[in-house]
């Protein structure tokens, strides 16, 4: 089992639905977990994190977090054409390491149709 | 969140030779980090730069291939060594954050490598 997973896609969604993008982890003992943007050519840029189980809400965006189930979500509401982009889920492992060393699941390709 | 700034942004270069990255940030940082990202892959963490001491590498990268340098608390340098077409990739570094919490990590624009 790799130590951080997400579907890779690509994940299509009409302009104004919902995009649900998902992510499973290895380690039960993890405690924070990010959500990073990358638009093509581009470098990653942080735009979720969260560290306690239950939705966090920042604008559109909504994280989700379940560690009995050791998953993590990210929802996108109101879907824009300019949100299409691939989202990678990280995961510090081991968590409490003295390093931070940073795990990313290989991304989902996310298209947003106009 | 810190401002990181790579050097050079792309490069194309011949089998065998040698690249530089350099990898400046606008404030001092304990850590910084050196990921490989192929085309079309995640990214993958190659070491973990500390200064005063020397890289820690993860599995699978070795110090004769990627040398890294740490001066000082705000730059660092990764060298791509004897390359092959195989390191073609986007080479970034990045900062642990400073607002938030020191396990997010904030990247730098990245370096894209051609190999020919």
């Known amino acids: 089992q790799k130590e951080v997973e997400q579907n890779s896609g690509p994940l299509s969604v009409p302009e104004g639905a919902i995009a649900s993008l998902n992510c499973t982890y290895s380690?039960?003992?993890?405690?924070?977990f990010f959500w990073y943007r990358q638009y093509s050519g581009k470098s990653p840029e942080l735009i979720m994190f969260?560290?306690?189980?239950g939705d966090k809400e920042d604008g559109r965006f909504t994280a989700q977090l379940n560690k009995a189930s050791q998953y993590v979500s990210l929802l996108i509401r109101d879907s824009q054409p300019s949100d299409s982009a691939t989202y990678l889920c990280?995961?510090?492992?081991?968590?409490?390491?003295?390093?931070?060393?940073?795990?990313f699941g290989t991304g989902t390709l996310l298209a947003v149709q106009p | 969140s810190a401002v990181i700034s790579q050097k050079p942004s792309r490069d194309i270069c011949q089998r065998g030779t040698s690249l530089t990255i350099q990898c400046q940030v606008d404030?001092?940082?304990?850590?910084m980090f050196w990921y490989r990202q192929q085309p079309g892959q995640s990214l993958t963490l190659i070491a973990t730069?500390?200064?005063?001491?020397?890289?820690?590498?993860e599995s699978g990268f070795v110090i004769d291939k990627f040398p890294i340098s740490r001066p000082n608390l705000t730059f660092s340098t990764l060298t791509v060594s004897n390359m092959s077409p195989e390191d073609s990739s986007i080479y970034l570094c990045?900062?642990?954050?400073?607002?938030?919490?020191?396990?997010?990590?904030?990247f730098g624009p990245g370096t894209r490598l051609t190999v020919l």
């Open positions: 990045s900062v642990p954050g400073l607002a938030f919490s020191t396990d997010t990590q904030y």
């Open positions: 380690d039960r003992g993890s405690q924070s």
């Open positions: 969260i560290y306690s189980n």
């Open positions: 990280a995961v510090p492992l081991p968590y409490g390491g003295a390093t931070n060393k940073l795990i």
């Open positions: 404030s001092q940082v304990t850590m």
């Open positions: 730069a500390n200064q005063g001491s020397e890289a820690t590498y």
